[in-house]
């Protein structure tokens, strides 16, 4: 049976490919589970049009992905910590402590995407990556200084 591919599927190809599959794992699967449809012509229209749907929902979330990253850009965090003898801090400031700060700001960043490589255990002035969307990262100066 052959069908279009409405998702990309490891085993089989890429979204929007026309391939041949056994009838049963077309019926019993791929069709069921919205993966695939039938290889016809009205099919593919319809597949056309979910295309460019998905295309212009994506070219939006894009655009707003970079609006945010921008105001995330021009963004400075200060947060103070306490110290002990020659300024060594006590603790660190964390992925989730930037995300509160951030949350403090008006901004909702899951800690996750703040991608820090190690917590911040000096004082200064510190380049912190956000991960915006899939392509898309900001940099967010964060002031660490004594409490």
Do not use: C, H
């Amino acid at each position: 049976m052959k069908i279009i591919l409405r998702e990309d599927v490891e085993s089989l190809g890429l979204a929007g490919e026309t391939v041949n599959v056994k009838d049963g794992f077309a019926r019993n699967y791929l069709i069921p589970q919205k993966l695939a449809y039938p290889a016809t012509r009205s099919f593919s229209r319809v597949f056309e049009e979910e295309k460019k749907l998905k295309d212009n929902r994506d070219a939006r979330a894009t655009a707003q992905a970079a609006q945010l990253a921008a105001k995330l850009g021009n963004l400075s965090l200060e947060t103070s910590v306490k110290v002990g003898e020659e300024d060594k801090v006590f603790g660190a400031v964390t992925a989730a402590d930037i995300a509160e700060l951030l949350a403090g700001k008006g901004y909702e960043i899951d800690k996750r995407d703040i991608l820090l490589e190690e917590p911040l255990k000096a004082l200064g002035i510190y380049n912190v990556p956000i991960k915006v969307a899939t392509d898309i990262k900001a940099e967010v100066k964060v002031w660490v200084i004594k409490e």
